[in-house]
């Protein structure tokens, strides 16, 4: 099936702690993967993409993720989190010949004073 | 300058009406999707086109009708709205559909009463 899984629907975490936010995705999924964050009520903003080369890539406000091949991962961090990054985070990939995007079902990273 | 614009904001409308969302980009982008939001955040694709033609229509109630005017326009009407069909619903583009991402407009909350 084509999927892409994040393993986690909330995380909760204190101000300025490390956080990871975790996703894996099918091998039927290409290896073009993205992670967006969505603000209340607000629409999806890219964070940051993995397309070919490095495998670790910066994206903005702080994020960066590491491409898996062998575990088939793509998970999302940073290295000391604000209030401001309260939100959800959507891991997504291509797929179905890659015209779809299909996205995780979400993580709600709920940051706390 | 907003990239990728939907109308309207906020809809709310009564069981069996018709509706109408619309979708402009701006960004010279050749691909445009539609995405419906549920409850729980889950993000579902329901329809792709590229240059004006339909390349992805997933498994969507045949009330939902795309309509893509131009490369730039990609409209969503939805005949005899029911219950069900309460839900956010986003507009997409990218340029091409294979190994880019995606940017979003803002959302259309739906509201079937």
């Known amino acids: 099936a084509q999927s892409v899984t994040q393993l986690d629907s909330q995380v909760p975490v204190f101000e300025e702690a490390p956080v990871e936010l975790r996703c894996n995705y099918s091998s039927s999924v290409s290896v073009y993967l993205f992670w967006y964050v969505q603000y209340p009520n607000q629409g999806l903003q890219l964070l940051l993409k993995?397309?070919?080369?490095?495998?670790l890539v910066k994206g903005i406000n702080g994020f960066e993720a590491e491409f898996n091949k062998s575990q088939t991962s793509f998970h999302l961090r940073k290295p000391s989190v604000h209030i401001s990054d309260t939100a959800e985070y959507f891991c997504?990939?291509?797929?179905?010949?890659?015209?779809?995007?299909?996205f995780g079902a979400g993580t709600r990273l709920a940051v706390h004073p | 300058d907003t990239a990728v614009s939907q109308t309207p904001k906020y809809l709310v409308t009564q069981m069996g009406n018709d509706k109408s969302i619309k979708c402009e980009q701006n960004l010279g982008h050749d691909t445009m999707y539609w995405y419906k939001q549920d409850s729980k955040k889950f993000l579902k694709i329901m329809f792709s086109y590229n240059n004006k033609e339909l390349i992805i229509n997933e498994t969507v109630p045949n009330r939902f009708s795309p309509k893509s005017p131009d490369k730039a326009h990609l409209n969503l009407h939805i005949n005899s709205l029911e219950l069900g069909d309460s839900a956010v619903y986003f507009c997409a583009s990218s340029q091409g559909a294979k190994n880019t991402e995606a940017f979003f407009g803002q959302g259309t909350r739906l509201t079937v009463v």
């Open positions: 997504a990939g291509r797929s179905g010949g890659y015209n779809k995007l299909i």
């Open positions: 993995y397309l070919s080369g490095s495998t």
